[in-house]
Every structure is written in C-alpha cells, then in structure tokens.
C-alpha cells in the first residue's frame, strides 16, 4: 500500500517481484548494511541527504587544513556502483509511514516516495547546543563538510585579520581559538589548532607571532575524555598542556556572541573570554526521524532525540523497520562508528535470513574494539578494555585503525601523503579558504524563505519552477 503521490511526486521504486530494502542514510550504519546485503536477492534504495559518505572521526583534519573534503568523503554512488543490486538516490527524507510502509525524501522540490518490504534508518545525528541554536552562529559545530570547510575559514582568517590588526586587544581576541567539549572531537580540535598555531604557522606571518596563539578547550564536567577513564583522560590533559592547549574545566558556556564566550565556573563566577573562533564540539541530538518513528510506533525518545529499539534492532510491531546507530538507543551503546558499523551489518543479516525462512538470529550484541583519540602529532590515547595506550604507541594504532577504515584505495594514498606532509614536515596541504566557506551559510540565511539550507548539510526544498535565489525560471 502507498499513499498517493502529491503533485509533484516520483513514485520511485516499482516493484520487479523482488523484496524493497529502503535504507536512509549513507553514513556508517547505512553503507555497512547496503555492504552487507551487496549479493542479496533484493532491490536497494540508498537515500541519502548527502551524495557522499563521510568519515565524520577526520573532519576536524579538514578543518585545520590537514586533508581535503574528498579524501574523507567519497561518492557514495561511486563506493557501491559494483552493487548491481543498489540504487542511490540524493534526497533528504522527511516523511516516513509505518502504516503505509512508505518513505518520502525531497531534494529542490523533487518529492520522491518509495515503498519498502524492508527499512534500515540510520540518518545518525546531528549538533546540539542544549536549546541554544542561536550560538550556532557563532560557534559552528563540526558534523558536516560545509561545517569543517566553515571553520578552516575561520581558522585561517582568523591568523590573516590578526595580521592586519593594529590593536593589541583586537589582536588577542582575533588569535584566540576556543573549543567548547573536552570529548574527543573537542580534544582533537584544539590539539591540531594548537600544532597549527605553534609548527605550521610559526614563521609565515610578519607582524603576529602565530605561536603566542590562545587555544583554551572548556567543558562543564570535570574531566577531559570522559568516557576513557580517569588514567587516560588525566595524560590527555597533561599532553594537551605540554602542547599548549589550556584545559579549563568545570567551565560551563552561558552565552556566544560574535566577540567572544561567556561562561560559568564551578564556583558560580561569570567570566568572559575574548575569542573571535569558537567551535562547538559538545553535544549530539538524534536525527529528528528517530522522534517520527517514536511517535508512530510507540517507542520511547530519550533527551538525545534518540529511538529505543528493541534488542534486534527494530521497533516494536513492526520488524520490517531496522534503526541503527547514532539515533538508536539500545543498552546505553555510545554513539561510536562501530556500533553504527555493525548494527548496519545486523540488520542485514536480520533481512537476509529472513528472506532464506532462517530463524531470527540472536540479539545484537556490540563488541567493543576499543576507542582512541589523538592528541597531536605523534601522540594520542587509546582505551582498548582493559589494556592502555598513550603516547606515540597510541597514534600509531590511531594511524592504521584509520587509514583501514577510510574508504576507497585512492583516498588511503592521498591521505597518507598528505599525512607525511603534516606529521613528518611542517606543511598543511589543505590551507584555501574562500568567501563562500566563511559566509556562505550567513548568506544562505539571507535567501528568501522559499529557500532554507539545512542544518546537517544538504540542500532542503525549493518549489519547483524556481532556482536557489527565488527567481522564477524560464
Ligand atoms: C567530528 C566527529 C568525530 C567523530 N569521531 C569518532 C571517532 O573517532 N570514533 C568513532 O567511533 N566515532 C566517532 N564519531 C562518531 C561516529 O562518526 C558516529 O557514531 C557514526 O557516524 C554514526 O553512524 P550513523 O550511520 O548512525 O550516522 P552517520 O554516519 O552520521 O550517517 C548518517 C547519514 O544519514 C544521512 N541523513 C541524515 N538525515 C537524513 C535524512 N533526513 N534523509 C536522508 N539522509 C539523511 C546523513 O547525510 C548521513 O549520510 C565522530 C563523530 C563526529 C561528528
């Protein structure tokens, strides 16, 4: 059963007599399971808001310059155009029907409806900064290429306005970089800033000194690197500092403006730091789907946003539809690629036995390879159970674990040239920013409201019949 189509509306997957499988999201979850199901008797529909997959653990390397936007996002059509049993479509989906079994994606003004027999949701999450969306101008987060692609112009320009400033206060707000999240995200960040400001900047300016740069990582809770424990959080943060990164903890953000932070210390004092940059790397909200699919299945949300599914990944009366990852809450799993990776694969062999009249596997269950985070060059953390790395040791292990996971053989050498680059020398071999990376969301803002840019990356709708800027065309 299908609702009918809007004008306006491609009904889009006609059945052949093959099972649908319709899955939303090319990120881990998505990918994996399309991976997965490559052979299966079955037709695909890989929606995806983006038309690449993107390997979010690197994007705070794009963002200070390290690699390019390619070599972490790959096209998704290009990644799986061996699956003849896939279909990838561009398109943001904004509806989906558990009666009808129906998904509905837009993209310009371009409805498109499917019908699944089977529905793998894995749309993952998106920025929070807890009710506070107006600091999202201020301090972009970091979960998209536009939002890495933003911030390295920020970044950079920051250095190129500081050149050019006469006044020493303006001088010190302009040359002070502030990341609010002491999570890895966070700790990543602030600690390429920090390699940045102090290595591959040091003798490129006249005026400024780059390496008298602030680069001060807050966070309200009192640990940095929470979920690895107090040893390997209490030598992230002495590594952060040996590299001039100053940890301020306890410290909670109460207000972002275009000139600086305000924040609230342990004690109950109000302070304000100065700061031109500031990124946001604390906070995660679930993909709004997982609160849609909540509402018709009866499921719970919790405060992320997130969907309780059942132990098999799917919701309750209907096993057609698989939530995996980041928007799935499940036994308290973290928001980790892995479980995104192999939730994905277990959907997929959920459908496949299916099909084959197997018997239901096993609930999922999550094995937890262990979690790393880097530090600066040459130095990071990693939490494998109950063994502990930290130092060079660790960013090895970083350094393979990643390089395996990144996707596609032509990426794995750039990155690793561009690695040699950064880590052996000084250089940074991504360093243009351009106007439309600074502005170009603020300008975005100023369209009129027949068009609105979507939050998490993506183009969402304009009527049909006209282009970005409202104009009517021909
Ligand atoms: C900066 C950063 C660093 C990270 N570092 C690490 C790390 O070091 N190690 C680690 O294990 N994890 C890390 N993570 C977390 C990890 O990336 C996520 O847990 C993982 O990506 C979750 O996979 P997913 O498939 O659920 O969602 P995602 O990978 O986010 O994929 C979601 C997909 O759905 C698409 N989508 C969203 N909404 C819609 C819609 N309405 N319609 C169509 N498509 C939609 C998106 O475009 C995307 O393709 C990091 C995350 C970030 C942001």
New binding site residues.
């Given amino acids: 059963m299908t609702t009918s189509p809007a004008p306006g509306t491609t009904r889009s997957n006609p059945s052949n007599g093959r099972p649908r499988v319709v899955i ?7 990918l994996f399971a399309a991976q997965a199901l490559r052979r299966a008797d079955v037709d695909i529909t890989l ?4 038309s690449h ?2 390997f ?2 690197l ?2 390397q794009v963002a200070t310059g390290i690699l390019s936007e390619g070599e972490i996002a790959p096209s998704t059509r290009e990644i799986v155009r061996r699956h003849e049993n896939t279909r990838v479509v561009l ?4 509806d989906i029907d558990l009666a009808a079994r129906t998904v509905t ?1 837009t993209v310009l003004g371009r409805v498109a409806v499917y019908e699944y027999d089977e529905l793998i949701v ?4 998106g920025q929070s900064y807890f009710g506070n969306d107006r600091f999202a101008e201020f301090a972009p987060g ?2 998209s290429i536009d939002d890495a692609l933003e911030l390295r112009g920020r970044i950079f320009g920051a250095f190129e306005l500081a050149e050019l400033a006469t006044d020493q206060a303006e001088i010190d707000r302009l040359m002070t970089f502030v990341v609010v999240g002491a999570g ?2 966070g700790v990543e960040m602030a600690g390429q800033i920090a390699e940045l400001a102090h290595r591959t900047l040091r003798r490129d300016f006249r005026r400024i000194d780059p390496t008298t740069a602030r680069i001060v990582l807050l966070d309200a809770a009192p640990y940095v690197l929470p979920s690895f424990g107090d040893k390997l959080g209490g030598r992230a943060r002495r590594q952060l500092n040996e590299i001039g990164v100053e940890v301020q903890l306890g410290a909670m953000v109460t207000d972002v403006d275009a000139d600086g932070l305000e924040v609230k210390d342990a004690d109950g004092q109000v302070r304000r730091i100065p700061a031109a940059t500031k990124i946001w ?1 604390a906070g995660v909200q679930a ?1 709004p ?1 997982a609160r849609m699919l909540g509402e018709q299945s009866g499921a719970e949300v919790d405060r992320a946003g997130r969907v309780a599914v059942l132990p098999d990944l799917t919701l309750p009366g209907h096993p057609e539809v698989h939530v ?4 799935m809450s499940l036994d308290k799993l973290p ?6 990776i192999q939730g ?1 694969r277990y959907a997929a062999t959920a459908i496949k036995r299916r099909l084959a009249g197997k018997a239901p596997q096993g609930p999922f269950k999550y094995f937890d390879k262990g ?3 880097t530090i600066s060059r040459f130095s990071a953390v990693a939490d494998l159970g109950k063994l502990k790395f930290s130092g060079f040791i660790a960013w090895l292990m970083w350094l393979v674990v990643h390089l395996f996971y990144i996707v596609g053989f032509k990426s794995r050498i750039t990155t690793v040239l561009h690695w040699a680059v950064s880590f052996l020398g000084r250089g940074r071999s991504q360093r243009v920013a351009t106007q439309q990376q600074i502005f170009g969301r603020l300008a975005l803002e100023h369209l009129p409201p027949t068009f609105e840019a979507s939050k ?3 183009p969402k709708d304009i009527p049909i019949g006209e282009d970005a800027t409202g104009r009517q065309s021909a």
Avoid: N, R
Avoid at 24 to 30: L, P, T
Avoid at 324 to 327: A, E
């Fill in positions: 939303i999201g090319s990120g881990f979850g998505g929606i995806g808001k983006t997959h993107l979010q653990p994007l705070y398109g943001e989906v904004t994606s894995a749309a993952g999450a970091m979960k890895p995200t790397a993909s789907l995996v990852g980041d928007m928001g980790v690629a892995q479980v995104a994905g979690s790393m985070a998490t990356g993506g």
